[in-house]
């Protein structure tokens, strides 16, 4: 099986928050419990938060994830969001409860309807149970309307995944922990005798001490993640590992805000105070969250934090990387191709896509968190929201351009093309289908890119939030 995987570029550095959080006395509450004052990309592959930048089941893929806690003293409450390529809207979201060095296994693939699915046959507890979430396609309640049924399938099937730490379970006799905890390889996963302990999670508790009574705590680092795209039928495979966010006070590891929210459909109070999704936004929002929509990663985690937006748009300067620069290959004589691909996971709370406007949908921005991802330099090409203004530089392998413009490929607004259309969209190189590309056949948010060499490199200059990846065949 041939494979390559160059590992993930983001620019690695510290976010500082800021005090005065404001809360309403109908606003959902955040327990809090925080100790840590910074959020960090943790060198160690370790964190709070965690993000794996893409899953596929486009054209044979699967994707195969592994969640570990490598903590062995305290198990974990944690939730797991699937956002749609195209605009990082919501399809599939579910709570993993780990025991103390407990792993977690689950694959995502194409079901006969085109839809994806998640499988899983892991022991560890689910909200909801793994009778109920295995096998169920991805829902396309959030994606456009407008569009046919098969383009909106076509939607389940590439993204990026949200992981979010909310709480610790310390292990103990009572409370959650001996409801989760995995006893020759298997746990309870339900109320046990004079222990209601997961029933209670049903209820949006409102502060530490009420979380602390069933036996959770303030979460703490530990959790990694691995992924694995890989394609049987042509033989290949890349995998990764997850970006990691930690919260720290100082240079040490502490502990988040207690940020667990009921996995439940029902609608959520005031959910601007939780989450920086502009479409969760006002009185009369574009999108009627639920609970089940809470946390992201915009959810205020660390002591402090003044308010989603804060911690939104501090984590957006953490992942912002302006200048991206990689190789590609697309040698007909060896069958080489080159995709790479961006996922900027602040982008959705900057700007999401509001599809009632039948015409022509519009997008709707986070005027607070928009620094990255502004009107000024956001254009809608159909439903999706894309990036203007950079400017590309294309090289051979013996320095010459493909375009001698000073130098650089030039595009000066209002001639800039449309790039990187989608929170996870992929770059294809000198495909000969602009219809999908040619290594991971991505269809959701592709961008068509000829260089005018077939061997060489490729830089932009951005200004954005990327987390970028190159894939090779």
Not at 345 to 370: E, L
Not at 404 to 415: G, K, L, N, Q, R
Request: hydrophobic share 40%; proline share 6%.
């Amino acid at each position: 099986m041939r494979k390559k995987i160059l590992a993930a570029m983001a620019a690695l550095g510290v976010l500082c928050l800021h005090p005065d959080m404001q809360r309403s006395a109908q606003a959902i509450q955040i327990p809090g419990g925080a100790d840590a004052d910074r959020l960090v990309i943790s060198e160690s592959g370790a964190g709070h938060m965690l993000i794996i930048p893409y899953f596929s089941t486009q054209a044979g893929n699967a994707t195969l994830i592994t969640l570990v806690n490598t903590d062995e003293v305290n198990g974990k409450a944690v939730k797991l969001r699937f956002r749609g390529a195209r605009n990082a809207d919501s399809l599939f979201d579910f709570q993993v409860f780990l025991a103390a060095g407990d792993a977690w296994t689950a694959n995502v693939s194409q079901l006969q309807s085109g839809y994806s699915s998640l499988t899983s046959e892991d022991a560890s507890c689910t909200r909801p149970p793994r009778a109920d979430i295995n096998g169920k396609p991805f829902s396309v309640a959030r994606l456009n309307p407008q569009v046919s049924e098969a383009e909106r399938a076509n939607g389940t099937r590439e993204g990026y995944i949200e992981i979010v730490n909310m709480a610790d379970i310390p292990q103990a006799r009572t409370g959650l922990y001996p409801l989760i905890e995995l006893t020759n390889s298997r746990a309870i996963c339900a109320d046990g005798v004079a222990n209601n302990a997961l029933t209670a999670l049903d209820t949006d508790l409102k502060d530490v001490a009420a979380y602390g009574a069933i036996g959770m705590t303030a979460p703490t680092t530990g959790l990694i993640a691995n992924w694995t795209l890989t394609n049987v039928p042509a033989a290949l495979s890349w995998s990764g590992v997850a970006m990691p966010i930690e919260a720290r006070k100082g240079d040490v590891p502490a502990k988040g805000n207690i940020s667990y929210f009921p996995q439940s459909s029902k609608p959520a109070n005031n959910p601007g105070t939780a989450s920086a999704d502009p479409l969760f936004a006002g009185a009369s929002p574009v999108v009627t969250a639920s609970w089940s929509d809470l946390p992201d990663i915009s959810t205020p985690y660390v002591a402090g934090v003044g308010g989603p937006n804060a911690q939104l748009s501090a984590i957006a300067d953490l992942l912002a990387v302006r200048w991206v620069v990689n190789e590609y290959w697309t040698e007909p004589t060896i069958h080489a191709a080159t995709d790479w691909l961006f996922t900027m996971p602040t982008r959705r709370f900057a700007v999401g896509i509001d599809y009632r406007h039948t015409a022509r949908p519009r997008p709707v921005f986070n005027d607070a968190v928009a620094a990255h991802f502004a009107p000024i330099n956001v254009v809608m090409n159909g439903d999706a929201a894309c990036l203007r203004n950079l400017t590309f530089e294309s090289r051979d392998r013996e320095g010459a351009n493909a375009i001698d413009i000073d130098d650089h490929w030039i595009f000066p607004t209002p001639y800039a093309p449309t790039f990187s259309c989608g929170s996870t969209s992929t770059t294809s190189f000198n495909p000969s289908d602009a219809g999908s590309s040619k290594v991971v056949s991505s269809s959701v948010s592709l961008k068509v890119m000829d260089t005018g060499h077939t061997n060489g490199w490729f830089s932009f200059d951005s200004g954005y939030g990327l987390h970028s990846h190159a894939f090779f065949r």
